[in-house]
């Protein structure tokens, strides 16, 4: 098995961020470092160490998803000393989150220590559909929904079409459905300041079939088989 897929497979990170971890010369295959990138090693025998510490595929996985609270940082660590989702999380087992929410968005993420679930949910090959529900201030206009309908142009850039369907409005704000199927940074966000809305709430309710539901702010419930294996083996 190459190197990056063993590393990812045991939740270290994604693939591609396990090509990083790999060239920065902090991997050891059986006590020598190893910073080629496409490096063969045999999973059952050869010992490998991220940092000093031996990485193993794990012999149980774990997939949770969590309602993440606004205020919290999607990563184990923050220079800021912000708070993470991990303290959210009640695990023995070292996990890793499948994406990422801003800061300041809320709702649906899911958790795992099978770095191949993490890769196949985030991969824009995959297609999976994120929906999120965007609250602002005043009442949506048509023309700016055909707008973010079509791809807004960014810097001279058009960013990816979105399916977008008003929710509600309350004399105040307007709530509406956003399904984006590529996850690029703050693309919901950035969508919305191309046309000159703030967002005042954030949140994702749906990644693929799998739904935020009546899950509560902070808690984290696992993943069904059936939620498992739409991922796994496909839509
Ligand atoms: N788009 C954003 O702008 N922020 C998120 O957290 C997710 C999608």
Redesign the pocket.
């Known amino acids: 098995m190459r190197l990056n897929k063993f590393l990812s497979t045991c939740g270290v990170a994604s693939r591609r961020k396990c090509d990083e971890i790999i060239l920065s010369g902090r991997v050891c295959v059986g006590g020598k470092v190893c910073n080629v990138l496409g490096t063969e090693i045999n999973e059952k025998k050869d010992v490998v160490t991220l940092d000093g510490v031996r990485v193993k595929i794990p012999e149980q996985f774990v997939y949770l998803k969590l309602n993440k609270p606004k205020g919290y940082v999607c990563s184990a660590k923050d220079e800021k000393g912000r708070k993470t989702i991990f303290q959210l999380v009640n695990s023995t087992t070292r996990l890793v989150n499948v994406g990422?929410?801003?800061y300041n968005?809320e709702g649906l993420i899911f958790l795992t220590n099978d770095g191949n679930f993490a890769n196949l949910v985030t991969h824009p090959r995959f297609h999976f559909e994120k929906e999120?529900h965007v609250t602002v201030e005043g009442e949506m206009k048509e023309s700016e929904l055909a707008v973010l309908r079509a791809g807004v142009v960014e810097n001279g850039v058009r960013m990816p079409k979105a399916k977008v369907m008003p929710i509600s409005f309350d004399g105040k704000l307007s709530k509406l459905s956003v399904i984006i199927e590529e996850?690029q940074n703050?693309?919901?966000?950035?969508m919305f300041a191309a046309i000159g809305k703030d967002i005042v709430l954030?949140k994702?309710v749906r990644i693929g079939e799998v739904r935020l539901g009546g899950l509560s702010r902070g808690k984290t419930k696992p993943l069904t088989q059936q939620e498992i294996a739409y991922f796994l083996e496909g839509k």
Not at 186 to 190: E, S, T
């Open positions: 990422r929410l801003d968005t999120y996850g703050h693309q919901v966000r950035r954030l994702r």
